[in-house]
């Protein structure tokens, strides 16, 4: 990461000059953003870092199933950017990407600074570009070779530092060779909501009793490797079964943690853009009654005490 990202995230825009935010407030101004149990990302200064965080070259699209049309693995965002028929410059996206935002947040206020970050579902490049940018190390694993090739591209071209590690394989065996983490940080597939490939070994592709038995070991692995007095944070949301009724995935997440002994310690409401929802909620509702679903749910764990994870965590700067 070049200087002049570094000022953007500290306080000045790409051309080095001072960003001037609108009246936050001193709670705002002393944490980033107030720490409320809502999380507003549609407000105009979280859009505002989140276009600096990419505007620096993050691209966590690059890797999902919008890169598998184009038939081929780039070796560089430039040549990325010109396959995908976009700008060169990563100004434009086709996919969205685990925000990087919230993804600064939970790291400045639940993980020590130069603290170890373990993702038992890493996914895109954007958990692990955010941690190395903000000196904390990370590692996280993927079932995906394409994904994981995707993001050593990404740490190749913005070198951030400390470099974050990423191993390709099944969280069931591969968190075994984990470090000891001072963080753990994920968002989970969510069930068969989507499908990511045609492994067996897939969360995706499995049926959802079989789904919640294995997630429920991942999530125990993961916390076998999280230090005493740690925090650990997973995102996630509810989604329908095929009758079309919720699966009530966020208990079943704080069953999860809670079975092995990580307490539930915080729990907060991302409020995400409409974006297509307005497609979608006058026939859904009339035909249903189905609100659109316009958030996510950011569950924050504590293994041990509390206050020593608080102390441990340092200031926030």
């Known amino acids: 990461m070049n200087n002049q990202t570094k000022l953007a995230l ?7 000059d001072p960003i001037q935010p609108p009246n936050r407030g001193p709670v705002a101004e002393k944490f980033l953003f107030s720490p409320f149990t809502i999380l507003d990302a549609k407000q105009g200064e979280w859009q505002n870092r989140k276009r600096v965080w990419i505007d620096m070259g993050i691209a966590g699209e690059i890797g999902r199933c919008a890169d598998q049309a184009v038939g081929r693995l780039f070796t560089t965002l430039s040549e990325y950017d010109k396959g995908r028929g976009l700008t060169p410059g990563r100004k434009e ?5 685990f925000d990087p935002v919230l993804c600064e947040l939970a790291y400045r206020w639940w993980c020590p600074e130069g603290g170890q970050i373990v993702d038992p579902f890493a996914g895109g490049s954007v958990r692990g570009i955010v941690a190395g940018a903000l000196g904390r190390h990370y590692w996280g694993c993927d079932l995906s070779r394409q994904q994981i090739d995707a993001n050593e591209i990404q740490a190749n071209e913005l070198a951030v530092q400390p470099r974050p590690v990423w191993i ?29 490939s045609d492994d067996p070994a897939d969360l995706s592709n499995m049926e959802w009793h079989t789904f919640l038995a294995n997630y429920k070991r991942i999530i125990l692995r993961a916390i076998k490797k999280l230090k005493n007095d740690r925090f650990a944070c997973f995102v996630v949301g509810d989604f329908r079964d095929k009758k079309g009724f919720y699966r ?70």
């Open 10 to 16: 500290y306080g000045n825009d790409l051309f080095g």
């Open 93 to 97: 996206t086709t996919t969205s990407i």
């Open 168 to 196: 390709c394989g099944d969280s069931m065996t591969t968190l075994d060779d984990a470090p000891e983490a001072d963080f753990v940080f994920s968002c989970p597939p969510y069930g068969d909501l989507e499908k990511y």
């Open 248 to 317: 009530n995935f966020v208990s079943e997440t704080i069953a999860g943690f809670e079975a092995c002994g990580a307490r539930l310690y915080n729990e907060a409401i991302l409020a995400t853009s409409v974006g297509s929802a307005c497609m979608r909620v006058t026939k859904q509702f009339i035909a249903g009654r189905k609100l659109a679903k316009t958030h996510q749910n950011v569950l924050v764990f504590c293994k041990g005490d509390w206050r020593k994870a608080a102390s441990l965590c340092g200031v926030i700067e």
